[in-house]
């Protein structure tokens, strides 16, 4: 299985999963980048489209897919979507040419966002998160509560670290200088910082991440560590469980 991450819009990634004639698409906020890439390899058929929550810039490209290809799409079963979907939920498994994907709940982003792992033979495993794991973030709550999307992030924190996190945006650099504001003597986090800053230089994405470097320089995967949460609760002394640190956590980066 050959991945690609397909630039739509400003700094959206739509991941693109292929062998030598299938595909699926994760997040297709715009239908042009698939169809260019579909156009130029006639001999790859685009037959599955994963939605992972509903916000339109993962979704628009959905009616003109389905339209042009007939793809299948499935997508959260607690979210509206605009075309006919196939309803996933915590635990569901989804089977696609040799790959089964289970299906992870992770609300907070959105209440209904779903994740996707799995594990093309002889590769390491793929983690298809939206806008929930970011590499050195994590994403807005829009919806869903502090406590919802810190456990969403426990869950996904527990996969395998090898797995390669294929999240939607490219927000690395953005995320890392707040990483950095929050925990200034992580030596792992300067020297990933350093890395994706020289990836960007050359016009090259930062994306998939290693879960297992996220688990060494993510604040957000670390906010129960004596050095978020000492940081934190000098910003606000009340913060003081887990659930009040991540909620500060994640409002010092809203206000960064």
């Known amino acids: ?35 260019l890439w579909l156009q130029q390899h006639p001999s790859i058929e685009l037959d599955l489209i994963l939605v992972t929550h509903h916000h339109a810039d993962h979704t628009g490209g959905l009616t003109e897919l389905v339209a042009q290809t007939g793809a299948q799409v499935a997508g959260p079963a607690l979210e509206k979507m605009p075309v006919l979907a196939r309803g996933l939920q915590q635990d569901d498994t989804l089977d696609w040419q040799s790959l089964t994907l ?23 495993p793929l983690l298809f998160c939206g806008d929930t794991l970011f590499s050195g973030g994590c994403g807005r709550l829009f919806e869903g509560t502090p ?7 426990d869950r996904l924190a527990a996969l395998p670290g090898d797995t390669r996190v294929c999240c939607t945006h490219e927000y690395t650099l953005s995320n890392l200088k707040f990483a950095l504001a929050v925990d ?14 020289r990836l960007r230089e050359q016009n090259q994405a930062t994306l998939p991440a290693l879960l297992s470097t996220e688990r060494a320089i993510n604040p957000f995967l670390r906010s129960r560590s004596q050095a978020i949460s000492s940081a934190v609760q000098q910003r606000d002394a009340a913060a003081l469980d887990d659930v009040a640190c991540f909620a500060a956590l994640r409002t010092w980066k809203n206000e960064f």
């Not at 739509?14 to 239908?31: E, F, K, Q, R, T």
């Open 102 to 124: 289970k299906v992870h709940d992770v609300p907070g982003h959105t209440l209904g966002h779903i994740a996707f792992w799995l594990q093309p033979a002889g590769q390491a």
């Open 147 to 153: 406590a919802q999307m810190l456990d969403s992030l």
């Open 1 to 35: 299985m050959k991945l690609i991450a397909l630039p739509a819009f400003s700094d959206n990634y739509i991941w693109l999963l292929h062998n030598d004639h299938h595909a699926l698409v994760v997040d297709p906020g715009d239908s042009a980048p698939v169809l």
């Open 184 to 197: 200034p003597e992580n030596l792992a986090l300067k020297s990933y910082a350093q890395a994706c800053a």
